[in-house]
């Protein structure tokens, strides 16, 4: 039996990011894709994945022009997520995928779609793969074909797995597209975006009430547009709130194309970061908040939380809506343990494996992707409880808190919410 | 439109069904991808991959790996997690990245057994064709890497070939054994490469999916071993007939063996006549006239409304397809099409 690789938050940061071990980088290993990590390791499995978030604009369809295999488990999406009328397919064989002959046959299939759907498709999204990203299709180009033939706006999506790790990831990509329809027209002051996912932020997140009280009237969300005329409203927008790095290269399109400027705050689990991240959003958008009320609140159960269960033990995945490090570094903050963390450690999270390392230096960190985690046992300090589907796939039998709704936890109310669950999950409630 | 599905989803690729054959066998499957086709392998066509480890693993490709064909890179990866997991072999699954730059899988062999000091073996799939089709390259590559020697023929043991969640529904042997013996081998389910290894000792070998086929013959060939095809009875083949059949037409569509089944106990039980069709392969040494391989959505309601069925014994996936047909569908999994398993009541298997 070998032993699942893992380094201790301490010996990390010692090391520095350019330092980090290759079994931590996935570029550096073959990719084990546990069910601890298929949901999000080959986002399609599970949430959203490119094929599912392409269909973000209200009344689009989907074209997926790949070989078969590319659209297997949509087979699944098709029947579990209701999305059985909105999926086509032009499967692609073995000559396609050498010669590319397959490029003169989409006009013609997008027609045939679109005469075939009694209800009239907004826009055609063409889902092309990693066949394509090595053939060098000019999907534009084809794009603009279909429009002309079938008389109805084509978007590409490119599902590239092979550049996931390049500057336009394929998630990121997808947030393009799904913008890219947007025309420009006169921008409203009390208009504005939250651009990050695919399903909109929980109802009772203070967000909506602090920017409604600064005067903002329209809240968009590509989400919560329930035809393609509201979305097209999106262009009204004042700004952009970019609430999920991956959405930002969209937020810099509609910068270019309509003009309209973008802030950018990330998700935590820290009431002072959250606090200091509105106060920054009220400074740059000209108008005061007063989140006292929520973070007093939220500070109270907390700390009614703790008074119940004591220092409980964590252990952190990272399929969830959450940065894994941020979060643990919340709840250490919060006088919790957290003994193990599954997760991807990057550029931009190794502020909080420092951060982690002064507060709890023998914290673990294991790579869920590392092909030593087929052999993971749990060993140490026993676990209390875990959130994430994959902690709780290491720690079966342990209360569990997936954290992985397609509703988005944000702000003061996100950091309630997961208590509750957690409350929840150790009232044997949950899993 | 060829090709252009506007009602059903694609079936599971060659490449499914390559692992699908190798996953209980205890070696390193290096599925040849960027992540993605492990993705549906593992988390979509392998039910196993919730119940049974298996040292299945994405190459990881990115784009410039592919564009500059770094198999070294490639074996360097797979030769490092030789070295961390326990494994007998090392197999590498084609995908349509390998497909489009034509990765040279007999270098990629050498290359690996070099590296590893293991047999290693490659299974040359696309993602373009369908399941059966890898698993048919899968196993008979397996047996001819690994079932070189002969060995004294044992009394009675007989050798199954082509037991696979995907062709038959059914994740664990005991269905095979119960009804082709406890002394019956399912090659690749419920036994490793060792059995394989000794595949030679076999006094019969029985094909219960059309991927296997081609291995049976090959160890005929090889070993004189002969082979029948064949196909337990399962609940789902007893639910169908509890419907009143008599004097019906029927036309009964799944894997070429599992409808040939079904036809025989529907003519055992009623006065019927039944043909068969499959989206996969038909060989003509188990068919009979009327029976049809079924290319795609738009020939299927083609043969369905002008057969004159008065029911069809189908995946109930398709039925969205067969909305104008007036006769009886009748459900019959096939988790190559669905993804339900038999094993589980016709349940998708999800995460």
């Known amino acids: 039996m070998n032993n699942a690789f893992y380094i201790t938050a301490q010996e990390l940061a010692q090391k520095g990011f350019e330092n980090t071990p290759e079994e931590l980088l996935s570029a550096k290993h073959l990719i084990y894709s546990s069910p601890a990590t298929l949901a999000f390791n080959s986002p399609g499995a599970q949430g959203f994945g490119v094929k599912r978030a392409g269909l973000a604009i209200p009344g689009s369809v989907m074209l997926l022009v790949s070989p078969g295999c590319c659209g297997r488990n949509t087979t699944m999406q098709s029947r579990l997520c209701g999305y059985q009328d909105r999926f086509f397919y032009l499967l692609l064989d073995d000559t396609d995928i050498v010669t590319g002959r397959h490029l003169t046959k989409i006009p013609e299939a997008v027609k045939e779609v679109y005469e075939f759907c009694d209800k009239k498709p907004s826009a055609v999204m063409i889902c092309i793969t990693c066949v394509d990203a090595l053939l060098g299709t000019d999907m534009e180009r084809v794009s603009r074909k279909c429009e002309e033939l079938a008389g109805v706006p084509v978007v590409p999506c490119y599902m590239y797995a092979l550049t996931r790790e390049k500057k336009l990831p394929p998630m990121a990509a997808v947030r393009k597209a799904v913008y890219s329809l947007l025309e420009p027209q006169k921008r409203h002051s009390d208009s504005m975006n939250i651009l990050g996912h695919f399903a909109p932020l929980n109802d009772d997140c203070e967000m909506y009430e602090l920017l409604t009280k600064a005067g903002i009237k329209h809240i968009r969300e590509i989400s919560r547009c329930e035809d393609f005329e509201e979305y097209k409203k999106m262009s009204q927008a004042n700004f952009n709130l970019v609430i999920n790095s991956e959405a930002r290269y969209a937020a810099q399109q509609m910068e270019e194309t309509l003009g309209i400027p973008f802030i950018e705050m990330m998700r935590m689990y820290h009431i002072g970061k959250i606090h200091n991240q509105y106060m920054s959003l009220a400074n740059a958008i000209g108008v005061e908040f007063d989140d006292g009320e929520h973070f007093e609140k939220t500070k109270k159960a907390i700390n009614e939380f703790k008074d119940k269960y004591g220092e409980l033990n964590f252990a952190i995945g990272e399929f969830l809506n959450a940065d894994s490090f941020e979060l643990a570094w919340a709840l250490l903050t919060y006088g919790f343990s957290v003994s193990e963390i599954y997760g991807t450690v990057g550029e931009r999270n190794f502020v909080f494996v420092k951060a982690i390392a002064k507060l709890s230096p023998e914290t673990k960190i294991f790579s869920n992707l590392s092909p030593t985690m087929l052999d993971y046992e749990p060993s140490g300090k026993a676990i209390d409880v875990c959130i994430g589907n994959d902690a709780g796939y290491y720690h079966a039998g342990v209360p569990t808190v997936d954290w992985n709704e397609e509703r988005q936890p944000f702000g003061y109310a996100g950091v309630r919410l997961l208590f509750e669950q957690l409350d929840r999950a150790l009232k044997g409630e949950g899993k | ?351």
């Not at chain 2, 025989?264 to 006549?273: A, I, P, Q, V």
């Open chain 2, 1 to 351: 439109m060829k090709n252009l599905l506007k009602l059903l989803s694609p079936f599971a690729p060659d490449q499914s069904g390559a692992v699908g054959v190798l996953y209980e066998l205890g070696g390193l499957v290096v599925i040849c991808d960027a992540g993605g086709c492990a993705g549906n392998i593992c988390g979509f066509d392998e039910p196993r991959w919730f119940t049974k480890k298996s040292a299945v693993f994405s190459a990881g490709l990115r784009d410039m790996d592919a564009i500059l064909g770094r198999d070294d890179k490639l074996i360097e990866k797979t030769a490092r997690a030789v070295g961390q997991v326990d494994v007998k072999f090392t197999a590498v699954v084609g995908t349509p990245v390998p497909a489009v730059i034509a990765t040279d899988y007999r270098a990629l062999k050498r290359m690996a057994e070099n590296k590893t000091s293991l047999p290693a073996m490659c299974v040359d799939c696309t993602g373009t064709r369908l399941y059966d089709d890898g698993e048919e390259r899968a196993y008979l590559e397996l047996f001819k890497t690994f079932a070189i020697e002969k060995y004294e023929t044992v009394r009675g043991k007989v050798g199954i070939i082509g037991c696979t969640p995907l062709a038959t529904g059914y994740m664990t042997e005991k269905i095979f054994k119960g009804y082709f013996g406890d002394d019956a081998v399912c090659f690749g389910m419920g036994s490793g490469i060792d059995e394989i290894k000794r595949a030679s000792e076999c006094e019969k070998n029985i094909v219960v999916s059309t991927g296997g086929i081609k291995a049976a013959e090959y160890m005929k060939q090889q070993f004189g071993i002969p082979y029948e095809t064949a196909f337990p009875v399962t609940d789902a083949m007893e639910n169908a007939l509890g419907h009143d059949l008599d004097g019906k037409k029927i036309l009964v569509v799944h894997q070429q063996f599992a409808a040939n089944k079904m036809r025989k106990m529907l003519e055992d039980r009623f006065s019927c006549t039944v043909d068969v069709g499959t989206f996969f392969k038909l060989f003509d040494e188990y068919k009979r006239d009327g029976d049809v391989y079924i290319p795609d959505e738009e020939k299927l309601v083609e043969k369905v409304l002008d057969g004159g069925y008065d029911a069809v014994i189908i995946d109930n996936i398709c039925n969205r397809a067969l909305k104008e047909f007036t006769g009886e569908l009748i459900d019959l999994a096939h988790f190559a099409v669905s993804g339900r398993l038999d094993e589980n009541g016709g349940q998708v298997c999800l995460l």
